[in-house]
């Protein structure tokens, strides 16, 4: 349930005249998702998979709003954020990302992102950035992730991107292999 200072902050996309949504992650399942839950709230979304298409896209139809995953096959979705805020400077540009530090999101706030969410984020908290007044502060989540499980997340992270080799995964995260079997046997904190 959103509360009143939340209703006072966040606009409503009929509010404004172009709607277009540029979602640009290299997770496929995920935007495909995030793109049916949008188009359902009334964006018109428009989907990449990578740096070079969503540049093109940006190129193409520079978007009133945009959803940009971080860390992308073929490069940084910095490049895209810096290329629709040089074409379209109104435009409201949030970042994602598995990898969340502060470090990246302030690049990200810099390159020109309204916000900055780290993954898995729902539809409803991509809308209330997205549609966030631009002088109100951020509104902390009313569910976030424990410690545990963003750890659970970010170990799990680690050993998909090193084709679940668990020998490689211990070394990349500097611990035991027997300890990471151990937590990769378990299921996920809530």
Known sequence: MR?????INTQKI??????????????NPLRDRLARA???????VIQAANVKTGINHAKNTPPAF???????????GLEVVKEIRRLKKDSRVVMLTGYGNIPTAVAAVKAGAIDYI??????????????????????????????DRVKWEHIHRVFEL???????????LKMHR????RILSKRSPR
């Open 178 to 181: 027997r300890t990471l079997q």
């Open 162 to 172: 090193c084709n679940r080799n668990v020998s490689e995964t211990a070394r990349r």
């Open 66 to 76: 945009a959803v940009v995953d971080l860390r992308l096959g073929d490069g940084n």
């Open 14 to 27: 009929a509010d404004f005249a172009d709607k277009t949504l540029l979602i640009v992650d290299d997770d």
């Open 118 to 147: 780290p993954k898995p984020a729902d539809a409803d908290d991509v809308e209330s950035a997205l549609l966030a007044s631009p002088e109100s502060k951020a509104i902390p989540p009313t569910n976030p992730m424990s410690a």
């Open 38 to 44: 949008m188009e359902k709230k009334g964006f018109k």
């Open 3 to 7: 509360t009143e200072q939340e209703k």
